[in-house]
């Protein structure tokens, strides 16, 4: 049996041979298009994984010159028709460019692409030119930065007015194949996650101060609605919990910058303004933000501890606004799941005005990871911690060129 994308899976009555159930496939495992299916079903909506058995058989869409479909039977779903228009490779581009202003750690950005024409699937894949050994030897941080470019991804094709289907490390036999998304029918109503849109492209990290202003709890509330779509969990914390975790970032920081190897990671990622290596990477010195000269506001210092010429020093918040993003468990579908999470909170902070940074360095070194949970709390791996606040936005950085992350297939 073999179907493409777009297929109606016909499941006959054993007795009568009338049609007793039939769905649109929306997904295929296997490039040569043999089962399982991700169907769904006509009569539910629902998608399920189907392995056909006897009693079902494919009813084939015909593909037109231009891939456009054509009814070689008598019952093709309307949905069908409308969503088996390809995306041209000029769309597809502007897809994985929105994918990839993503934040990634040092800006490494540790993704690659793969679009499948025929069968409309994105497969998203690990770039491991892009990890940090040293830095983060599990590649958690790399499924986190790879989950929130997926995240992007999806939030990008709804707005173009397409339904997807995503799926979590689709073939066991490839962990570095983190996800695949296949585009499915025409979006409904429903403005989710299209509506995030407009902040792809301004989400910038903030390394700057921000003000003593508190964050409305509606604006709160709707940061932890964020994070529980991709079933992850969010808290504010506050009091002794608030004065631990800082304790625990800055006793990370200072190791940091007094280990020879987490520097030298450092010095990979960063670029000075005289830099002769090619600027599509890394962290820029525009970027850093200035010294902290007064203030209990964690920052990562990207200049490594060295002098950085005009740049400036500046007080910072006393009580920064911290979030924790954690899981139940630990696991690279975990960590991906933090990442599609992660990049829907800062998406939606930004368009609530806030400008978003992140304050990991606690999170990269083992014994300092546990305790930075709340232990009355119920949280169990914490997988992120963002500062958030009212401030100056953060500036642009440089990405690869789309050309050098992104291969079209027929
Ligand atoms: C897993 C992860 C960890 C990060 N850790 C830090 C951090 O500790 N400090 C910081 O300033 N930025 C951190 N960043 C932000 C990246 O440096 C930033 O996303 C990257 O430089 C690209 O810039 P942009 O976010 O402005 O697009 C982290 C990002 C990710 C995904």
Known sequence: ?????????????????????????????????????????????????????????????????????????????AAAHRS???????????LVRDATAAPSMHNAQPWRFRYFRRNRVFHLKADLRGSLPHTDPELRALHIGCGAALMNLRVAVAHEGRQAVTRLLPDPGDPMLLASLTLTGPLGEEDDPAALYPAVHTRHTSRYPFAETAIPDSVRTALVEAA????????????????????????????NLTDADTAAELARFTRRADDARPATEGVPEHAFGPRRRTGKAPVRDFAGGRTVPGRPSADFESVPHLALLSTAHD????????????????????????ATSFVTQALEWHELRWPLRDPTSGMAYVQMVLRLGYGRPGTRTPRRPVQDVLDVEP
Do not use: C, N
């Open 84 to 94: 088996a228009r390809p995306f041209s490779d000029a769309v597809v581009m502007d």
């Open 331 to 354: 696991r690279p579908e975990d960590w991906l799941r933090a990442g599609l999470a992660m990049e829907r909170v800062l998406l939606r902070a930004t368009l609530e005005g806030l």
């Open 228 to 255: 529980h779509r991709e079933k992850v969990s969010l808290a504010f914390p506050s009091g002794w919990h608030l004065g631990s975790v800082l304790d625990l970032i800055q006793e990370a920081e200072t190791r």
């Open 1 to 77: 049996m073999h179907a493409h994308v777009g297929d109606q899976l016909i499941v006959e009555s054993p007795t009568t041979g009338a049609a007793k159930r039939d769905g649109e496939i929306v997904g295929l495992h296997h490039d040569d298009g043999t089962p399982p299916y991700d169907v769904r079903w006509s009569d539910s909506d629902q998608v399920t994984l189907v392995f056909p058995g006897p009693d079902a058989h494919i009813h084939h869409i015909g593909h037109g010159p231009e891939g456009q479909p054509e009814a070689t039977g008598h019952r093709v779903s």
